[in-house]
């Protein structure tokens, strides 16, 4: 969703959910969809906080530490890594983890070493600033776990949607092993302010071994300049690093994750789950306005919608427990007789597209089940204006915002 973007209350909400942009908020609007922005932080966390890059050769990291590497074409050497504890077979050091990938990379230097193995409590990583000649690039390394079958694991390999996540290329594949791939080349800053470049590579496995690959083209994921054109590893490279056992071995030591949700605390109500926002969404689209396209996970939905005068982009939040929030709605709000505040706000849109407007309703009921929608005159926030207006008026936005169906969502 996130933390590096200037954001609506929706703040890549969705793309979080399918590990692009994880969910960040700018200040102003944080409070918009707090509960959301934690989730959000959580997935890209999961997702980029440790990723892995590189192609060279296949290491196989074996019993009591030691790092077995192929040599150019052909005889392995031994290479000494950091013995994990005797008393925890199947321990890795973060140390050895950073040997592993600078291993499996092409010939190069390399500074900016760091690792985290697998006792932290934390998903175990690496990362490394390589450069191969033509300039410092950060690669990373992560490794984790997933209940196979489960929404996490298919939503790791599913590429993102256009319309949230600017990319140039998405491709997912299953491998002969049944495994998922999921190569992605798209950009640090989804608004493109800057041209940092960010390629991934996203693997999960039958048995629930997640493996995630990150290459920037700066020595840093964010606040480095651009050091090169593209970052260093082809998307084949990408791919053959991603699938090296190695990283499987790792995963594999990890306990599953844990995915049942802790049950609502009396009072409160369930967070969304699957597509019920969306279909809600859909179901309260007025008369003369036709669905172009949509998708939504959890609290999030969104629909594009076409009134015959140009697509329009719509989102949507629904999140329980948000009584705290109450004194900090922005806009104009007014207390309906049943208590349910309602804000309004028209003003311009807030990723960088030419003439976008913004036109939200934002309604927190005496529960805390807070609906937030927001319509735009474009087919989406970061795309130039299309239309003078959104297809939705303000009066539509706030009877969506305040029908009963959404307690049926929660």
């Given at each position: 969703?996130?933390?590096?973007?200037?954001?609506?209350?929706?703040?890549?909400?969705?793309?979080?959910?399918?590990?692009?942009?994880?969910?960040?908020?700018?200040?102003?609007?944080?409070?918009?969809?707090?509960?959301?922005?934690?989730?959000?932080?959580?997935?890209?966390?999961?997702?980029?906080?440790?990723?892995?890059?590189?192609?060279?050769?296949?290491?196989?990291?074996?019993?009591?530490?030691?790092?077995?590497?192929?040599?150019?074409?052909?005889?392995?050497?031994?290479?000494?890594?950091?013995?994990?504890?005797?008393?925890?077979?199947?321990?890795?050091?973060?140390?050895?983890?950073?040997?592993?990938?600078?291993?499996?990379?092409?010939?190069?230097?390399?500074?900016?070493?760091?690792?985290?193995?697998?006792?932290?409590?934390?998903?175990?990583?690496?990362?490394?600033?390589?450069?191969?000649?033509?300039?410092?690039?950060?690669?990373?390394?992560?490794?984790?776990?997933?209940?196979?079958?489960?929404?996490?694991?298919?939503?790791?390999?599913?590429?993102?949607?256009?319309?949230?996540?600017?990319?140039?290329?998405?491709?997912?594949?299953?491998?002969?092993?049944?495994?998922?791939?999921?190569?992605?080349?798209?950009?640090?800053?989804?608004?493109r302010r800057k041209d940092t470049k960010w390629w991934s590579a996203e693997l999960v496995t039958p048995q629930g071994q997640q493996v995630s690959v990150s290459e920037w083209n700066s020595a840093a994921e964010k606040?480095?300049?651009?050091?090169?054109?593209?970052?260093?590893?082809?998307?084949?490279?990408?791919?053959?690093?991603?699938?090296?056992?190695?990283?499987?071995?790792?995963?594999?030591?990890?306990?599953?994750?844990t995915r049942q949700p802790a049950p609502p605390e009396p009072g409160s109500t369930a967070i969304p789950v699957g597509d019920a926002v969306r279909t809600t969404l859909s179901s309260?689209?007025?008369?003369?306005?036709?669905?172009?396209?949509?998708?939504?996970?959890?609290?999030?939905?969104?629909?594009?919608?076409?009134?015959?005068?140009?697509?329009?982009?719509?989102?949507?939040?629904?999140?329980?427990?948000?009584?705290?929030?109450?004194?900090?709605?922005?806009?104009?709000?007014?207390?309906?007789?049943?208590?349910?505040?309602?804000?309004?706000?028209?003003?311009?849109?807030?990723?960088?597209?030419?003439?976008?407007?913004?036109?939200?309703?934002?309604?927190?009921?005496?529960?805390?089940?807070?609906?937030?929608?927001?319509?735009?005159?474009?087919?989406?926030?970061?795309?130039?204006?299309?239309?003078?207006?959104?297809?939705?008026?303000?009066?539509?936005?706030?009877?969506?915002?305040?029908?009963?169906?959404?307690?049926?969502?929660?």
């Amino acid at each position: 969703m996130p933390d590096d973007q200037h954001s609506d209350p929706f703040e890549e909400r969705f793309a979080a959910v399918l590990r692009d942009t994880g969910g960040a908020f700018d200040t102003d609007r944080g409070a918009l969809a707090a509960g959301g922005q934690v989730r959000g932080r959580r997935i890209r966390l999961r997702r980029r906080a440790a990723v892995l890059g590189g192609a060279a050769g296949i290491a196989l990291v074996g019993v009591g530490g030691t790092l077995l590497v192929p040599e150019g074409g052909g005889k392995a050497s031994t290479a000494t890594a950091s013995t994990p504890t005797p008393t925890a077979p199947g321990a890795y050091t973060g140390q050895q983890l950073v040997s592993t990938l600078k291993a499996l990379l092409p010939e190069g230097t390399f500074s900016g070493e760091s690792g985290r193995g697998t006792g932290s409590g934390l998903p175990p990583s690496a990362h490394v600033v390589y450069d191969d000649g033509k300039g410092a690039a950060a690669i990373s390394v992560g490794l984790n776990r997933v209940e196979p079958g489960s929404e996490a694991a298919r939503g790791a390999t599913r590429c993102p949607d256009k319309v949230l996540t600017a990319h140039d290329s998405c491709t997912t594949s299953t491998l002969p092993d049944g495994s998922r791939l999921m190569l992605l080349q798209g950009y640090e800053y989804p608004d493109r302010r800057k041209d940092t470049k960010w390629w991934s590579a996203e693997l999960v496995t039958p048995q629930g071994q997640q493996v995630s690959v990150s290459e920037w083209n700066s020595a840093a994921e964010k606040d480095a300049p651009v050091s090169r054109p593209e970052p260093p590893l082809s998307v084949d490279e990408l791919k053959k690093l991603a699938t090296a056992p190695a990283w499987r071995r790792v995963a594999a030591a990890l306990p599953e994750e844990t995915r049942q949700p802790a049950p609502p605390e009396p009072g409160s109500t369930a967070i969304p789950v699957g597509d019920a926002v969306r279909t809600t969404l859909s179901s309260l689209l007025p008369k003369g306005v036709r669905e172009v396209s949509g998708g939504g996970d959890g609290e999030y939905a969104y629909v594009v919608v076409d009134d015959g005068k140009g697509r329009s982009f719509v989102q949507i939040n629904v999140q329980p427990d948000m009584s705290d929030v109450a004194g900090q709605l922005h806009g104009d709000v007014e207390t309906l007789p049943d208590g349910t505040l309602v804000a309004t706000r028209q003003g311009p849109g807030e990723k960088g597209g030419a003439g976008v407007v913004m036109w939200t309703v934002d309604t927190l009921r005496t529960d805390g089940m807070r609906v937030v929608i927001s319509a735009f005159n474009a087919g989406s926030q970061r795309e130039d204006a299309t239309r003078d207006a959104p297809a939705l008026t303000m009066k539509q936005l706030r009877a969506i915002a305040l029908s009963p169906k959404w307690r049926k969502a929660l």
